[in-house]
Antibody, heavy 120, light 109 residues
Framework: QVQLVQSGGEVKKPGASVKVSCKAS????????MHWVRQAPGQGLEWMGVINPNGGSTTYAQNFQGRVTMTRDTSTSTVYMELNSLRSEDTAVYFC?????????????WGQGTLVTVSS | QSALTQPRSVSGSPGQSVTISCTGTSSDVGGSNYVSWYQHHPGKAPKLVIYDVTKRPSEIPDRFSGSKSGNTASLTISGLQAEDEGDYYC?????????FGTGTEVTVL
């Protein structure tokens, strides 16, 4: 069965970086794009970017340009999202979610979410 | 990229229908055949209920339906049930980028 399993919660200080992983199983990893979406406390869902595991190309939301890097490791079917220069406003639950078609929004399977807390 | 506009909340009694709008521009909703809707309960992963404007995943009951007119997409829940309570978000392709709606809280009275 399809599963997206994310890494555990993190607590970081302002200015630090965080790297969240999303390990895929139950399907052909390189056939599906992987999105990252976050939700800050009391806020709505926010799209961060997407990576094509087949080749590694990425597209990032303007709000995160220069601060986010998405990578993948095809040998372990894992995608990573690294966010730099963390500030308190980055405290949020971060989700990965797959999609089959490049133009299609995040799709049928999502990770369980990873809580990242930024606090001094 | 600005968030798509949704009503903050809608409500209905069991058995009634509610419709949630999602208004964007010709650069996103109006120009895209790829609009999705999600049901979300805080602390859980969002659940896809509609994709490609009108399509339903197999496990989603046919009480959920999607449509689009111009720059506005809509999600209709017919025969409202208590389990339909939660937050609903739209999301649209916007020319290599994606944008979510502001979210709508659905309350079953």
């Amino acid at each position: 069965q399809v599963q997206l399993v994310q890494s555990g919660g993190e607590v970081k200080k302002p200015g630090a970086s965080v790297k969240v992983s999303c390990k895929a199983s139950g399907y052909t990893f390189t056939n599906y794009y992987m999105h990252w979406v976050r939700q800050a406390p009391g806020q709505g869902l926010e799209w961060m970017g997407v990576i094509n595991p087949n080749g590694g190309s990425t597209t990032y939301a303007q709000n995160f340009q220069g601060r986010v890097t998405m990578t993948r490791d095809t040998s372990t079917s894992t995608v990573y999202m690294e966010l730099n220069s963390l500030r308190s406003e980055d405290t949020a639950v971060y989700f990965c979610a797959r999609t089959f078609i490049a133009a299609r929004p995040p799709g049928d399977y999502w990770g369980q979410g990873t809580l990242v807390t930024v606090s001094s | 990229q600005s968030a798509l506009t949704q009503p903050r909340s809608v409500s209905g009694s069991p058995g009634q229908s509610v419709t949630i709008s999602c208004t964007g521009t010709s650069s996103d909703v109006g120009g895209s055949n790829y609009v999705s809707w999600y049901q979300h309960h805080p602390g859980k992963a969002p659940k896809l209920v509609i994709y490609d404007v009108t399509k339903r995943p197999s496990e989603i009951p046919d009480r959920f339906s999607g449509s689009k007119s111009g720059n506005t997409a809509s999600l209709t829940i017919s025969g409202l049930q208590a389990e339909d309570e939660g937050d609903y978000y739209c999301c649209s392709y916007a020319g290599s980028l994606f944008v979510f709606g502001t979210g709508t809280e659905v309350t079953v009275l």
